[in-house]
Protein backbone atom coordinates (compact mmCIF):
# COMPACT_ATOMS: atom_id res chain seq x y z
CA UNK A 1 0.00 0.00 0.00
CA UNK A 2 1.72 3.20 -0.97
CA UNK A 3 0.54 7.07 -0.03
CA UNK A 4 2.54 10.59 -0.66
CA UNK A 5 3.19 11.94 2.55
CA UNK A 6 5.31 15.49 3.55
CA UNK A 7 8.52 14.92 5.70
CA UNK A 8 8.41 17.24 8.29
CA UNK A 9 11.23 15.83 10.82
CA UNK A 10 14.23 13.84 10.33
CA UNK A 11 16.21 11.30 13.36
CA UNK A 12 19.50 10.16 13.74
CA UNK A 13 18.18 6.63 13.50
CA UNK A 14 17.64 6.89 10.25
CA UNK A 15 13.54 7.33 10.53
CA UNK A 16 11.32 10.35 9.61
CA UNK A 17 8.04 11.55 11.07
CA UNK A 18 5.67 12.41 7.83
CA UNK A 19 2.33 13.64 7.63
CA UNK A 20 -0.01 11.92 5.60
CA UNK A 21 -3.04 12.60 3.91
CA UNK A 22 -5.85 10.14 3.90
CA UNK A 23 -7.25 10.39 0.61
CA UNK A 24 -7.20 7.37 -0.92
CA UNK A 25 -11.19 6.32 -1.02
CA UNK A 26 -12.03 10.75 -0.06
CA UNK A 27 -10.93 11.99 -3.46
CA UNK A 28 -13.99 10.51 -5.28
CA UNK A 29 -16.29 11.11 -2.08
CA UNK A 30 -18.88 13.75 -2.48
CA UNK A 31 -18.98 13.95 1.31
CA UNK A 32 -14.92 14.76 1.40
CA UNK A 33 -14.97 17.44 3.35
CA UNK A 34 -17.48 17.31 5.94
CA UNK A 35 -16.16 13.67 7.03
CA UNK A 36 -14.16 13.15 9.90
CA UNK A 37 -11.77 10.56 7.75
CA UNK A 38 -10.00 13.00 5.74
CA UNK A 39 -7.54 13.96 8.63
CA UNK A 40 -4.29 14.45 8.53
CA UNK A 41 -1.85 11.31 10.39
CA UNK A 42 1.47 11.93 11.67
CA UNK A 43 3.72 8.73 11.81
CA UNK A 44 6.94 7.46 12.10
CA UNK A 45 8.44 6.06 9.14
CA UNK A 46 12.26 4.16 7.68
CA UNK A 47 14.02 6.93 5.67
CA UNK A 48 16.53 4.69 4.15
CA UNK A 49 16.86 7.36 1.10
CA UNK A 50 17.50 10.10 3.94
CA UNK A 51 14.45 12.62 2.66
CA UNK A 52 14.98 15.83 4.66
CA UNK A 53 11.86 17.87 6.21
CA UNK A 54 10.03 19.27 3.29
CA UNK A 55 10.19 16.89 0.96
CA UNK A 56 7.28 15.02 -0.74
CA UNK A 57 8.08 11.58 -0.28
CA UNK A 58 5.81 8.29 -1.44
CA UNK A 59 5.60 5.47 1.89
CA UNK A 60 5.11 2.29 1.48
CA UNK A 61 3.61 -0.46 3.93
CA UNK A 62 5.00 -3.89 3.13
CA UNK A 63 1.23 -5.58 2.14
CA UNK A 64 2.18 -8.92 3.88
CA UNK A 65 1.97 -7.08 7.46
CA UNK A 66 -1.33 -5.39 6.65
CA UNK A 67 -3.05 -8.55 5.72
CA UNK A 68 -1.70 -10.58 8.82
CA UNK A 69 -2.66 -7.27 11.52
CA UNK A 70 -5.47 -7.30 9.75
CA UNK A 71 -6.45 -11.35 9.97
CA UNK A 72 -5.01 -10.95 13.67
CA UNK A 73 -7.66 -8.28 14.42
CA UNK A 74 -10.28 -9.06 12.24
CA UNK A 75 -11.04 -13.20 11.91
CA UNK A 76 -9.00 -14.12 15.23
CA UNK A 77 -11.40 -12.25 17.80
CA UNK A 78 -14.50 -14.33 16.24
CA UNK A 79 -12.75 -17.40 15.61
CA UNK A 80 -11.40 -17.51 19.01
CA UNK A 81 -14.21 -16.08 20.97
CA UNK A 82 -16.35 -19.20 19.17
CA UNK A 83 -13.65 -21.52 20.33
CA UNK A 84 -13.76 -20.33 23.83
CA UNK A 85 -18.01 -20.17 24.06
CA UNK A 86 -18.59 -23.36 22.70
CA UNK A 87 -17.09 -26.12 25.10
CA UNK A 88 -17.39 -23.67 28.07
CA UNK A 89 -21.15 -22.59 27.56
CA UNK A 90 -21.72 -26.98 28.59
CA UNK A 91 -20.22 -25.48 31.53
CA UNK A 92 -22.59 -22.86 31.88
CA UNK A 93 -23.93 -20.16 30.09
CA UNK A 94 -21.98 -17.54 31.74
CA UNK A 95 -18.28 -19.22 32.09
CA UNK A 96 -19.51 -19.29 28.06
CA UNK A 97 -20.13 -16.45 27.50
CA UNK A 98 -17.12 -14.90 30.04
CA UNK A 99 -14.77 -17.17 27.49
CA UNK A 100 -16.17 -15.44 24.76
CA UNK A 101 -15.11 -12.39 25.57
CA UNK A 102 -11.49 -12.99 26.69
CA UNK A 103 -11.24 -14.87 23.40
CA UNK A 104 -12.98 -11.54 21.65
CA UNK A 105 -10.15 -9.55 24.00
CA UNK A 106 -7.12 -11.52 23.63
CA UNK A 107 -6.14 -10.90 19.88
CA UNK A 108 -6.26 -7.53 20.43
CA UNK A 109 -3.93 -7.86 23.06
CA UNK A 110 -1.88 -10.04 20.98
CA UNK A 111 -1.43 -7.49 18.49
CA UNK A 112 -0.28 -4.59 20.58
CA UNK A 113 2.74 -7.18 21.95
CA UNK A 114 3.55 -8.05 18.15
CA UNK A 115 3.26 -5.04 16.84
CA UNK A 116 6.07 -3.65 19.69
CA UNK A 117 8.26 -6.36 19.02
CA UNK A 118 7.75 -5.99 15.60
CA UNK A 119 7.96 -2.09 15.13
CA UNK A 120 10.87 -1.87 12.47
CA UNK A 121 8.76 -4.64 10.53
CA UNK A 122 6.07 -3.19 9.85
CA UNK A 123 7.45 0.44 9.59
CA UNK A 124 6.02 2.07 6.50
CA UNK A 125 9.46 2.67 4.53
CA UNK A 126 10.30 5.91 2.20
CA UNK A 127 10.13 4.09 -1.01
CA UNK A 128 10.70 7.22 -3.21
CA UNK A 129 11.36 10.67 -3.00
CA UNK A 130 9.02 12.91 -4.98
CA UNK A 131 10.02 16.04 -4.35
CA UNK A 132 11.09 19.14 -2.22
CA UNK A 133 8.23 21.55 -1.13
CA UNK A 134 10.60 24.67 -0.38
CA UNK A 135 12.83 24.16 -3.11
CA UNK A 136 10.56 22.90 -6.48
CA UNK A 137 11.05 19.22 -8.12
CA UNK A 138 14.36 17.22 -7.46
CA UNK A 139 15.77 13.90 -9.20
CA UNK A 140 13.60 11.26 -8.28
CA UNK A 141 15.02 8.53 -6.39
CA UNK A 142 13.21 5.28 -5.52
CA UNK A 143 13.95 1.98 -3.24
CA UNK A 144 12.65 -1.04 -3.75
CA UNK A 145 11.72 -2.83 -0.90
CA UNK A 146 11.69 -6.34 -2.64
CA UNK A 147 15.22 -6.18 -2.81
CA UNK A 148 16.35 -6.24 1.01
Do not use: W
Not at 29 to 48: D, E, F, I, L
Not at 58 to 70: F, M
Amino acid sequence: MKQNALVTETHENGTATVTVLRQSACSACSARHACGSAKKTVSTVNNPLEAKPGDTVEIEVPSDSVIKYAALVFLAPVLLALALYLPLSAISEPVGVIGALAGFVIPFIAAYFISKANADKVRPTVTAILGDTDAGPREEKECDLRNE
